[in-house]
């Protein structure tokens, strides 16, 4: 699994993928979470952005501008920028939305690169359940200019349904034409992590295993 492998230690080393009960932002009950507001230093989301621009590379071939849905995809449209540059010297335009539009100086409600007609735009974010946050981001970007999203780089994909009874993943490429790559999936954890410790402690036993699978069962694509 090679970096994805190393991306999951580094979530969970992080504090940012975590185990117990919990509840996502669709309401549904989970045993496990992804938060990356975690990430507090500047090694992290250095580290965080090299993932996300190894996920880009391998999956995207063209694009015009990246875009980060605040507040959680600030920071990380952010360092994916800086980490395209440092590695692949790849000076890729960015931006990022505000919750409130602003009605002085300049105005609206992106900050950042502006979106042109016909630009190829990425959307950077952390985790997709119901989908929610794609349908806040499109009538923002296509708000601002004639764009095509193309593509949605996320850190975990959960594997579960949408609102229409398929995988999220699958409703947001049938509704918006976007196709979704994470860099991992709810299975590469759990393949990753099941009885193999992580600095010494084991985080999905078969207790915690067995949670995730019957969590998958009964949200998870049929």
């Known amino acids: 699994m090679g970096y994805k492998q190393d991306f999951i230690r580094f979530m969970v080393k992080s504090g940012v993928l975590t185990f117990g009960d919990f509840i996502t932002k ?8 992804v938060n990356t507001g975690n990430y507090r230093t500047a090694s992290q989301i250095s580290t965080l952005g090299t993932y996300y621009a190894n996920c880009i590379e391998e999956h995207v071939d063209s694009f015009d501008l990246m875009y980060g849905p605040a507040y959680k995809g600030i920071p990380l449209v952010t360092t994916t920028a800086v980490s395209l ?6 000076d890729v335009p960015y931006c990022f939305n505000r919750k409130e539009a602003k009605d002085h100086g300049e105005g609206g409600s992106l900050v950042g690169a502006k979106p042109k ?28 200019a004639d764009v095509d999203i193309t593509s949605l780089i996320i850190s975990v994909d959960r594997m579960e349904t949408g609102e229409g009874g398929i995988s999220a993943i699958q409703e947001i490429q049938e ?25 010494g ?22």
């Open 26 to 33: 669709s309401g549904r009950p989970t045993p496990y979470f």
């Open 175 to 199: 509704k918006y034409g976007i196709r979704t790559y994470p860099i991992v999936n709810t299975l590469d954890i759990i393949n990753t992590l099941y009885n193999q410790p992580v600095d």
């Open 201 to 222: 402690k084991i985080y999905i036993d078969e207790a915690i295993k067995e949670k995730m699978l019957d969590h998958l069962d009964a949200y998870g694509v049929k």
């Open 117 to 144: 007609d016909r630009d190829k735009v990425i959307i950077i974010e952390d985790v997709i359940t119901a989908g929610s946050s794609i349908r806040e981001s499109v009538p923002i970007l296509k708000g601002a």
């Open 85 to 90: 540059w440092r590695d692949f010297e790849k």
